[in-house]
């Protein structure tokens, strides 16, 4: 099972709005409905930001959304804060049952 | 609240065998499935596999199957991941979380560091 396609960087400067991709195939991404988003800071461990394509867990932001278009999933932050630089990673569930990650996209807030 | 912690770091020779254990609470052990994870320094995450807690069912990634081995012990509410035959490209952070039907894999161990190294 290949990796999910992230952007290795994006970057924005504070107040405004990024969007990571995150492409796979119909045996992954497109074929469920079952990707999340972690954000991780350095030393830390993931943390869940998006389930369910576009649902926010209880406690998370609601800056932080999210969608899917075909095999290609997105994270976009809003209004961005300092606090939001960290690694980002999409994960999706595959048809042979197992999960897989993305290749994680390290967000700068300039 | 819903923890899960884990063992501290170890340090392995290559060819040797390492288990992490992760003990939970928080939560009803059986409901869920326990996902382990790792990450190579530099690198991004990488799933290694599942146990359903309930009935023990373990599904493995296909490169690492034949030397992982899932676990749980439902009266301590612990899960254990024990791979074998060590090599220097295993050594990561590994990470037990819980996957819930509902919001999938959702609550982190803090990591365990394991380094393979002669």
């Known amino acids: 099972q290949s990796a999910l396609t992230q952007p290795a960087s994006v970057s924005g400067s504070p107040g405004q709005s990024i969007t990571i991709s995150c492409t796979g195939t119909s045996s992954d991404v497109g074929g469920y409905n079952y990707v999340s988003w972690y954000q991780k800071h350095p030393g830390k461990a993931p943390k869940l930001m998006i389930y369910?394509?576009?649902n926010r867990p209880s406690g998370v932001s609601n800056r932080f959304s999210g969608s899917k278009s075909g095999n290609t999933a997105s994270l976009t932050i809003s209004g961005l804060q300092a606090e939001d630089e960290a690694d980002y990673y999409c994960?999706?569930?595959?048809?042979?049952?197992?999960?897989?990650f993305g290749g994680g996209t390290k967000l700068t807030v300039l | 609240q819903v923890q899960l912690v884990q063992s501290g770091a170890e340090v392995k020779k290559p060819g040797a065998s390492v288990r992490v254990s992760c003990k939970t609470s928080?939560?009803?052990?059986?409901?869920?499935?326990i996902t382990w994870v790792r990450q190579a320094p530099g690198q991004g995450l990488e799933w290694m596999g599942r146990?359903?807690?309930?009935?023990?069912?373990?599904k493995y990634a296909q490169r690492l199957q034949g030397r992982v081995t899932m676990t749980t012990d439902t009266s301590a509410s612990t899960a254990y991941m024990e791979l074998r035959s060590l090599r220097s490209d295993d050594t990561a952070v590994y990470y037990c979380a819980r996957k819930s039907p509902v919001t999938q894999v959702d609550y982190w161990g803090q990591g365990t560091l394991v380094t393979v190294s002669s």
């Open positions: 369910g394509v576009s």
């Open positions: 928080g939560y009803t052990f059986t409901s869920c499935a």
């Open positions: 994960s999706s569930y595959t048809t042979s049952s197992s999960l897989v």
């Open positions: 146990i359903s807690v309930s009935n023990g069912n373990t």
